[in-house]
């Protein structure tokens, strides 16, 4: 959802925005969303959210609230979610008019993505090619290489207009160097900070600490679990980490307090298997985290600014060395490496570009929406 509350906070002064939401605070959970009055329209920030139990959302509910608002646009930020096929079944009926609708496959059509629970995905992509569920939508890549994936799966009819997911203007506008911990030689402290499962790789980060004999390294795990499958596993490998690893579990976190610990930790890991934008890289980098990333993200230039390195998973070898190799560095050399974190965070946080190409997806969109079906 942050890409969704950044488009409202830079768009609102525009565009009027309605969000349908689930009553969950995470994925999964049971926990609700507090301070709010689900099946209403509430103010939150700059928009009106109506929320409710996922178990609840269905076509007529969906048409209710597109009866209330009467929207110019309807944004999609899925391709697999329950809202998203409810409302495009749908639409699919000719329920909504000629409004046209943009989606965000967030990176689900990646193929690292696709490949995780590959069976389910391909029989429902075959089913919503036959059905064209998808017919007459436009796409919203946050890449080029996204844009790639989206006529790879759905072929060359799409309209496809990249525009990167949008961040806040500034993230941690309070910053210092001085807040980063002192790097010793023969010690590092690293930080995950992502979703516990399967397509974030944590498994990969963990077998490649059991090769580590030379000096000490402190990870932080920081995240929802969502597959305690997978959770169980990654428990059973930190259980056999050789003395020299600590490992802390931290569970999930309100985002204040989880940059607050991005700026106690030296570098952000995340040997992902598949990665869209990847918004937490952006605020590893904010909080003078150098990163330590698989190159299946869109930040596979982190190295040419100093402030990082994106290393292929088949090379594992590599891992461990690059990992080696921040235990043994000294302040001088991490205070180089974050020092270029930060500047490369501030200048892409105030790049022009991002906002203008999500405002040129917009009016391209609403120009065309009323002539499409």
Not at 86 to 114: D, M, N, T
Request: contains cysteine; aromatic residues 10%; glycine residues 6%.
């Amino acid at each position: 959802m942050w890409a969704v509350a950044n488009i409202v906070e830079r768009f609102s002064d525009r565009y009027d925005f309605f969000v349908v939401a689930g009553n969950r605070n995470e994925r999964g959970k049971t926990e609700k969303v507090s301070g709010v009055v689900e099946r209403a329209w509430n103010v939150v920030g700059s928009a009106q959210a109506y929320y409710l139990d996922p178990a609840e959302l269905n076509g007529e509910i969906i048409r209710q609230r597109f009866d209330e608002v009467r929207p110019d646009l309807v944004f999609l930020n899925s391709v697999f979610s329950t809202s998203t096929i409810r409302y495009l079944q749908a639409r699919k009926k000719g329920e909504f008019g000629a409004v046209h609708s943009v989606i965000a496959p967030c990176g689900e059509l990646l193929p690292g993505a696709l490949a995780i629970k590959p069976w389910k995905k391909r029989l429902f992509l075959a089913y919503a090619r036959t059905m064209a569920l998808y017919h007459g939508l436009i796409w919203r890549a946050s890449f080029e290489s996204e844009s790639e994936s989206i006529r790879k799966v759905f072929g060359l009819e799409p309209r496809i207009r990249i525009a990167a997911d949008l961040t806040p203007r500034t993230i941690l506008p309070k910053f210092r160097p001085a807040d980063k911990p002192v790097k010793h030689p023969g010690n590092v402290k690293l930080i995950f900070l992502s979703r516990i499962d399967r397509k974030k790789n944590l498994h990969f980060l963990l077998e490649r600490l059991q090769g580590l004999s030379d000096g000490s390294v402190e990870l932080e795990i920081i995240g929802p679990v969502d597959d305690r499958r997978y959770w169980t596993e990654c428990r059973s490998i930190i259980e056999k980490l050789p003395p020299n690893i600590s490992v802390s579990m931290l569970g999930a976190m309100d985002n204040a307090s989880a940059l607050e610990r991005l700026t106690k930790a030296h570098f952000f890991v995340l040997p992902t298997l598949s990665e869209n934008f990847g918004y937490v890289c952006i605020e590893a980098l904010s909080a003078g985290c150098p990163l330590i990333i698989s190159d299946r993200t869109e930040w596979n230039w982190v190295e040419g600014a100093g402030a990082g390195w994106a290393i292929p998973l088949e090379d594992r070898s590599a891992w461990l060395d690059r990992i080696s190799e921040v235990v043994a560095q000294a302040q001088d050399d991490f205070a180089r490496m974050s020092s270029a974190a930060r500047s490369l965070a501030v200048e892409w946080l105030k790049e022009p570009k991002l906002e203008a190409a999500t405002a040129e997806l917009f009016d391209f969109a609403i120009g065309s929406g009323r002539s499409a079906k």
